[in-house]
């Protein structure tokens, strides 16, 4: 697996021979504000005051003071800065040549530029490092599936299911610094390690030391992991109010839950969306029902969630962050503001696909997955209810399918399980069943293999680079930057200037910031516009055309987008519209290309 996702990243975007800034903007939006920190790190002074640096972040949210490893799960990039630094220290001391360099000839008159192959390169090992981790994962799902099922057999069926829908489990090789990449591997360990437990009568010390630490891997790389946990102590209590497991076991698990989550907590420098997260809430209303004896149903359970999230607002005067249970009214009652329509217009936030079922159904896949479910046994309810959740979070969003398919391939491992298919192994060798299932997935899944293997392709994007080069040139070190977030990422990441906004839109304050931002593509004044971003104390505004017109489907186009939230101006026409023809007075084109056009502030 390994091999595979880094043959696929290398083949889209030739990325061994790109230039240092075509790899970093290769690494648009998030991807690229995370990378900014690992190369803070990298290339600071020593290691502790590149730590150092981005615990007092003065050029991500200008004016600004932030700890960002408080804010953005960034210890990934901490650990993998510190190996970096490590790998390259001990090398240099040796005297190993760790990277190779050449002049790379673009033709088309661009000019030349100096590529660097070689884990001392640091863009290069970070994805190595990423990639390696999600080809370790794949050694856990072959463990998680021999063990689910209780045959090696159900080890390969998980690992040939996951080949075979691998566009559908993850998408690792086409965006490796996502905060998915490092999280999701320790959710396989984690699940496998909580099926361990529900199954062994008696507990041990060490495997409840085992979830906790999966816990934390999971948890702190990635924001959305909690609302996974979320699902798993719901599941978890579910099966304990039907009887299948006992209040001594539940309590022991939520105990490695609760603690896993203070040292996240702590580590995160007492992050108020880890406190405020219905996880958390969740963890202290099923606690508080076993001190106090009870069990509550489904609609008191969520009063005193929503109870317990109310009175933590109340006493940490901390404004609870509505922003995922915002996107989930947006999903089912159809609620509508800026904040959710930035969300729901994207691709990746959209229902699931209709042809994502079709799919399945071609590898195989879903029918045996559901065949699997008709017949599964009590012991293994758990994993029949964390198939609903999942199922139902890959329709409402897309982007979870990477929670439904793997769990599907782990699933179908269940095929060769002799305590479901006991009847059938008495007529049939359980090697004779499996093979034949997986010849028959075959047939579709190689040639989905075949369609990633001969996606070919070369990252360039002129009109960024040219733009990152102007800004370099011409502008000062403290100028201050404001535009689209994917955009600011690379300013930030390549040409090291201040932004006042960027990609990460979880915290309310950066959305109001980014809602003063896009503005510029609403109906309002130029002049009221100008006040807003000089409060900032923007100094460039970076605007682009193709936000000013994209549409990725009805109501979804900025200006649209805004007149949700400024009904009153409704029907005018767009500023960005009268800023591409004419941004004076208020504001000065000085540069300009087929994409973008830099806009300076004017000041009275």
């Not at 959209?350 to 065949?371: I, S």
């Amino acid at each position: 697996h390994w091999c595979h996702i880094t043959t696929l990243f290398e083949n889209d975007r030739h990325f061994s021979h790109l230039s240092t800034l075509e790899r970093e903007m290769a690494f648009r939006t998030e991807m690229g504000f995370y990378y900014s920190y690992f190369k803070t790190i990298a290339e600071a002074p020593s290691f502790w005051n590149g730590v150092w640096m981005i615990m007092n972040d003065r050029l991500t949210e200008y004016p600004l003071v932030i700890n960002t490893l408080k804010r953005f799960n960034l210890y990934p990039e901490v650990v993998l800065a510190s190996w970096y630094r490590i790998y390259t220290g001990i090398m240099d001391f040796i005297g190993i040549q760790t990277k190779t360099c050449w002049t790379v000839n673009r033709g088309e008159g661009l000019s030349p530029v100096e590529s660097c192959e070689g884990l001392g390169d640091p863009a290069s090992f970070y994805v190595a490092v990423i990639f390696l981790l999600n080809g370790l994962m794949m050694s856990v799902f072959f463990l998680y599936g021999t063990y689910l099922s209780g045959s090696n057999l159900g080890g390969l069926v998980t690992v040939a299911c996951y080949f075979f829908n691998h566009g559908e489990s993850t998408r690792v090789m086409w965006t490796p610094p996502l905060r998915e990449s490092f999280s999701y591997p320790f959710l396989v360990l984690q699940m496998l390690f909580v099926t361990y437990i529900l199954r062994t009568p008696n507990i041990s010390r060490r495997s409840l030391i085992a979830l906790c630490i999966s816990n934390v891997f999971f948890m702190l790389p990635w924001q959305f992991a909690q609302f996974v946990l979320l699902t798993q102590v719901a599941s978890l209590f579910a099966i304990y109010v039907v009887g299948y497991i006992d209040s001594s076991k539940l309590q022991k698990i939520l105990y490695a839950h609760m603690a896993s989550l203070g040292v996240c907590f702590i580590l995160m420098f007492g992050n108020s969306m880890l406190l405020m997260s219905y996880y958390a809430a969740s963890l202290a209303v099923t606690w508080v029902s076993f001190e106090r004896k009870f069990i509550c149903d489904t609609s008191e359970c969520l009063a005193a969630i929503f109870g317990f999230l109310n009175e933590m607002k109340f006493h940490q005067r901390i404004k609870q962050d509505n922003s995922y249970s915002n996107l989930l009214k947006a999903k089912v009652i159809g609620y509508k503001d800026f904040d959710t329509s930035m969300y729901t217009c994207a691709v990746e936030f959209d229902f699931m696909e209709k042809e994502t079922p079709l799919r399945y159904m071609k590898t195989l896949l879903l029918p045996v997955v559901l065949v699997i479910f008709w017949i599964i046994s009590a012991k293994l309810v758990f994993h029949a209810l964390q198939l609903i959740v999942f199922t139902v979070l890959a329709v409402l969003i897309m982007r979870l399918k990477l929670f439904l398919t793997p769990h599907m391939c782990i699933m179908a491992s269940l095929i060769s399980s002799k305590q479901l298919f006991g009847k059938v192994f008495h007529k049939i060798r359980p090697r004779t069943l499996v093979f034949a299932v997986l010849a028959v997935m075959a047939a579709e899944g190689v040639a989905n293999l075949q369609k990633e293997w001969n996606i070919v392709g070369e990252f360039s994007n002129l009109p960024q680079e040219e733009l990152l080069t102007w800004i370099k040139a011409n502008t000062r070190h403290d100028a201050v930057f404001a535009g689209a977030m994917p955009t600011m990422s690379s300013v930030k990441l390549s040409a090291l200037r201040p932004i006042v906004n960027h990609p990460h839109y979880e915290d309310a304050g950066l959305r109001a910031r980014t809602k003063i931002v896009y503005s510029m593509y609403s109906r309002k004044l130029a002049e009221d516009v100008k006040k807003e971003l000089l409060k900032l104390g923007v100094d460039y505004y970076i605007l682009e055309d193709s936000w000013c017109l994209r549409r990725t489907k009805p109501g979804c186009s900025m200006p649209e987008i805004w007149d949700i939230e400024d009904p009153a101006n409704a029907g005018k026409l767009p500023l960005c519209n009268l800023m591409s023809k004419d941004s004076r007075p208020h504001f000065i084109t000085v540069f300009r290309n087929s994409v973008f056009k830099v806009l300076k502030v004017t000041r009275e």
